[in-house]
């Protein structure tokens, strides 16, 4: 083998992880909160945020703040990386997977800094949880948008563009119906719809990933 058959297909190789690490991330991270939020039966997914599930005081905590968003955000950091080397750039549409980043970044922080009981702020601990959290929420909703930009760029892609912004634009409805309040008794539902719907996008797209990897290797 030749030395630039051996850096594609090294390359190769590393696209093919950070595309496994995109697949498995969600799925991992539902398991996790599905499982945690079982073994707590006074736990409402429906009503309450997945954060209390990492709450300083409950028994489970360590699984949610170790296992749960830390190891998530590593997946994310690793897909975005993928997204990157994956899809064809230009400078302005770099910006979404540093997104991606961020919001992986982020995440990891909110595992470091869990939230107060009840996850109502009233440590300086829960306030940086708040903020790492809101942070990635935002990030990971508005990546899409900007990912799109390079899908549309990259004649393999094109075809997932429209749904990049769609996921981008439910997203961010659903984030805006979170944030405010309005079905206060339907919060945990409306959280877990805001971040389901991107970590279904990061499942599809690196299911598209991987098989772009192993066509062009």
């Known amino acids: 083998m030749n030395p ?7 390359r190769s190789n590393i696209l093919g992880l950070t595309a496994i690490c995109g697949i498995v991330g969600p799925i991992f991270y539902a398991i996790v909160i599905g499982i945690v939020g079982y073994l707590q039966p006074d736990y409402s997914h429906i009503s309450q945020s997945m954060s209390e599930l990492g709450a300083s005081d409950v028994p489970y905590a360590l699984i949610i703040n170790t296992l ?4 998530l955000g590593i997946f994310m950091i690793a897909f975005a990386l993928g997204i990157d080397r994956g899809i064809s750039s230009n400078k ?12 992986g970044v982020s995440l990891i ?12 702020d009233v440590t300086w601990v829960g306030v940086t949880h708040s903020i790492f959290a809101t942070v ?13 930009i ?10 997932y563009t429209t749904f990049s912004w769609i996921t ?12 405010l309040d309005i079905f206060e008794s339907q919060d945990g539902l409306f959280q877990r719809l805001s971040m389901g ?9 690196s299911i598209k990933l991987l098989r772009v990897t192993r066509e062009n290797p």
Do not use: H, N
Request: proline letters at 8%; hydrophobic letters at 50%.
């Open 109 to 120: 922080m909110t595992g470091i800094f869990p939230c107060d009981p009840g996850c109502i």
């Open 68 to 71: 749960g968003f830390p190891l």
């Open 150 to 159: 390079r899908q549309w760029s990259d004649s393999r892609w094109r075809s």
């Open 197 to 205: 719907l991107p970590l279904i996008w990061m499942e599809i797209t």
């Open 136 to 148: 990635a929420a935002i990030s990971f909703a508005i990546a899409p948008v900007l990912v799109a």
């Open 92 to 103: 302005a549409s770099r910006v979404g997977p540093a997104l991606i980043v961020l919001s």
């Open 168 to 179: 981008a634009v439910i997203t961010l409805l659903l984030s805006m119906l979170y944030s």
């Open 4 to 10: 630039k058959t051996r850096q594609l297909s090294k």
